[in-house]
């Protein structure tokens, strides 16, 4: 087995989200009895949803660059960010990384291809359910809710902001994604990763599949040795 990757993590956008990587992460790591080497940084949440709503791709992916020259000086070997909707400015993070990048995006078109998913249903921030998952899905077709993506866009956002998820705002994601499964989605995707929040430990009544598991399964078999990042 090559040797693991020290896995660095862009963290803090939100909090929640930042602690189910580093939970999920460490799990994974014990089922392949490899030791994970990681280290996290904290970006700004405020910051990023201000960006992210402006859509000031280059501002935001020159705050991840500093973070990541961070990572690198600690000892991590690559990077990744630990939020979907923080992968609005991927690209232009990745031309001036000075890590190579672990998207969490472009793993998920393979993933429901291999799980033989035609469609899926799409829960997250604004900009992902609009532009579909960045457009970066070819051989699985994404829906969203059209008329409601500000409404849905906005509880996210507050959701990851509080770091809990109240009743009224759980059943809110739930009704969303029983309506995507009757106009044809196979699967609701968690494309916003502090949906688990609302999602872990209790049963939606429909298929839901969390774009963070996927992440993290690439990431512990990066910091296992299993994988290289040639790859990717």
């Known amino acids: 087995m090559a040797k693991g990757l020290h896995i660095g993590l862009i963290g803090g956008i939100g909090p929640a989200a930042t602690v189910v990587y580093y939970q999920r992460l460490c799990a994974a790591m014990r089922k392949h009895g490899a030791r994970l080497e990681l280290t996290v940084v904290q970006a700004d949440l405020q910051e990023l949803i201000t960006n992210n709503l402006a859509d000031r791709r ?22 990744a960010i630990t939020s979907l909707g923080g ?23 393979r993933y429901f291809a291999e799980q033989g998913i035609g469609c899926v249903g799409l829960l997250g921030t604004r900009v992902v359910m609009r532009t579909r998952l960045y457009g ?5 077709r994404a829906a969203a809710l059209d008329d409601q993506i500000e409404q849905l866009g906005q509880t996210y956002q507050e959701l990851a ?18 309506q995507m499964v009757a106009l044809g989605a196979e699967v609701i995707v ?10 872990d430990g209790h049963d939606p009544g429909f298929r839901v599949i969390d774009a963070l598991d996927v992440h993290v399964a690439l990431l512990a078999d990066l910091a296992a040795g299993k994988r290289g990042l040639d790859s990717l």
Do not use: M, W
């Open 136 to 140: 970066q899905l070819v051989r699985t």
């Open 190 to 199: 968690l494309a916003g990763t502090d949906l688990n929040l609302a999602f």
């Open 161 to 178: 902001v509080a770091g809990v998820c109240s009743p009224l705002t759980r059943e809110a994601f739930f009704v969303a994604g029983r």
């Open 58 to 79: 280059t501002e935001q992916a020159g705050v991840y660059a500093g973070l990541i020259d961070r990572l690198k000086a600690a000892g991590a070997e690559c990077a």
């Open 87 to 109: 992968h609005f400015c991927f690209g232009e993070t990745r031309a001036l990384s000075s890590l190579p990048l672990v998207s969490a995006v472009a793993p998920l078109d």
